[in-house]
C-alpha cells in the first residue's frame, strides 16, 4: 500500500485502523516522495505491524542524479540498470535515513 501521499495523520489513522482489526502484517511501498513513505513505515513499525517493503526498482530516488534509464526499444520502456541501484553512498544515505526513523526495524 502506497501512503506516501497522504498526510501523516491520514497514515496514523489508517494503520491504526489496521493494527485494530488484528491485522499483524501490512505491505507497505517505499515510493516517492521517499520521506513521507519512510513516516508510514515509522507509524507502522510503532504500531507493532510487521511490515513487508515493497521497493520499486524505476523509482528514481534510489538511483544517483547522474544516472539516467536506458532507451527501450519498441514496446520496452526505458529502464534503469540494476548495476546502478543503491551505489554505497545512497546505500548509507538509506541506512541513516531509516535508522533515524526506526532504530531497531532495519538493517542496510
Known amino acids: 500500500?502506497?501512503?506516501?501521499?497522504?498526510?501523516?495523520?491520514?497514515?496514523?489513522?489508517?494503520?491504526?485502523?489496521?493494527?485494530?482489526?488484528?491485522?499483524?502484517?501490512?505491505?507497505?511501498?517505499?515510493?516517492?516522495?521517499?520521506?513521507?513513505?519512510?513516516?508510514?513505515?515509522?507509524?507502522?513499525?510503532r504500531l507493532g505491524l510487521r511490515i513487508l517493503l515493497e521497493i520499486q526498482l524505476g523509482n528514481k530516488s534510489y538511483y544517483p542524479q547522474s544516472v539516467g534509464p536506458r532507451t527501450g526499444h519498441g514496446r520496452i520502456w526505458d529502464v534503469y540498470r540494476l548495476s546502478d541501484l543503491i551505489s554505497p553512498g545512497i546505500a548509507r544515505n538509506c541506512s541513516k535515513r531509516f535508522s533515524a526513523s526506526m532504530p531497531s526495524a532495519f538493517v542496510l
Open 1 to 45: 500500500m502506497n501512503l506516501a501521499w497522504l498526510s501523516r495523520g491520514d497514515q496514523e489513522r489508517i494503520l491504526t485502523d489496521i493494527a485494530a482489526s488484528g491485522a499483524t502484517d501490512v505491505r507497505l511501498s517505499l515510493s516517492r516522495p521517499v520521506d513521507k513513505s519512510i513516516e508510514a513505515l515509522a507509524i507502522a513499525h
